[in-house]
């Protein structure tokens, strides 16, 4: 008799052993799962680029309305994906409709990023920014004004700020980055 409870005790302490490995075991291996999500694409995850607040007409009590907004996005990659170059453009293309029967003309804004972001990120390269008319390249004003990083730009209240050239004085200036 004793013998048959040694043997009951043995297995019951092989049993309670391997138990405890099994649960070690699996504990050590959801403990040493990653947590954060893992990046196995060559790709970058996210790409930036200019904001940009659409088109708006400035013309007062204009019977001209944007009838159609058509954006192209042409993204790009570097040959080894691993520097980081974000290499690309967009297009809008933008169909307006004159919704009454008299001639109308209208001038048009196209509010896009930020002065310092821009001298930060191109080295005031405009020449990527351009305005077409029925396929014609057209002469466009590349206008100024400060504003206040994340918000938008607001005809009614912002209009008046525009100006032709760089606005500097003793605390603005082209080198601030602001």
């Known amino acids: 008799m004793k013998k048959r409870v040694d043997s009951v005790f043995k297995n019951a ?10 649960f070690v075991a699996v504990f050590c291996f959801f403990a040493l799962l990653p947590t954060s999500v893992c990046e196995a694409n060559s790709a970058l995850r996210y790409y930036k680029g200019r904001n940009s607040f659409g088109v708006i007409l400035t013309t007062k009590d204009s019977p001209v309305v944007v009838e159609k907004e058509d954006l192209t996005f042409d993204i790009q990659f570097d040959e080894h994906y691993l520097n980081g170059l974000q290499i690309g453009s ?13 001639e109308a003309k209208t001038n048009v804004v196209f509010p896009i990023d930020f002065l310092s972001v ?15 008319v029925n396929d014609e390249t057209v002469t466009s004003n590349l206008r100024y004004s400060y504003k206040v990083q994340g918000s938008t730009f607001s005809v009614e209240d912002d209009l008046e700020y525009l100006k032709d050239e760089i606005i500097t004085d003793e605390f603005y200036t082209p080198e601030t980055v602001v």
């Not at 967009?90 to 008299?102: H, Q």
């Not at 821009?118 to 077409?132: A, R, T």
């Open 118 to 132: 821009i001298n930060y990120q191109n080295n005031d390269d405009f020449s990527k920014y351009g305005v077409k």
């Open 90 to 102: 967009v297009s809008a293309k933008y169909t307006f409709k004159n919704t009454s029967d008299a």
């Open 13 to 22: 302490t092989i049993a309670t052993l391997v138990s405890a490995v099994i």
